[in-house]
């Protein structure tokens, strides 16, 4: 459970394993993205637009790698993908849901 979210955030993790924030408001490239982390405000200068609802990085996450939101894996990333930059279908695989790929994550 959420709780305590601040005035001010543009954005928001729900674990303190997520390498990716839900944005609060339609972000803007250039624009500062406040992200409430955990008990922690950070910032993040966006790379691309990003619209309400979807997600953007928070930390570098290279090619290959898994994605993780929720605390959770629900995905891997098709491309190296910078801090700042909108996550998404153009730049994350789906494996949720999919057993083979879904066993072949929790192997790692």
């Known amino acids: 459970m959420v709780s305590n979210i601040h ?3 543009d954005a928001l993790t729900i674990h303190n394993q997520d390498q ?4 609060l408001r339609d972000l803007s490239e250039g624009d ?3 992200i409430r982390h955990g008990e922690t405000m950070i910032s993040i ?3 691309e637009n990003v619209a309400f609802g979807h997600k953007i990085a928070i930390t570098n996450i290279s090619e290959g790698s898994v ?3 929720y605390g959770e894996i629900i ?3 098709t491309k190296e993908i ?3 930059m909108h996550v998404h279908v153009h730049n994350v695989e789906g494996i949720r849901g999919r057993g083979d790929k879904t066993a072949q994550e929790e192997q790692r």
Do not use: Y
């Open 20 to 23: 990716v924030a839900t944005v």
């Open 7 to 9: 005035a001010g955030a």
């Open 32 to 34: 500062t993205a406040w």
């Open 82 to 84: 910078e801090a700042g």
């Open 45 to 47: 200068k966006l790379l």
């Open 75 to 77: 995905g891997r990333a």
């Open 67 to 69: 994605v993780r939101k």
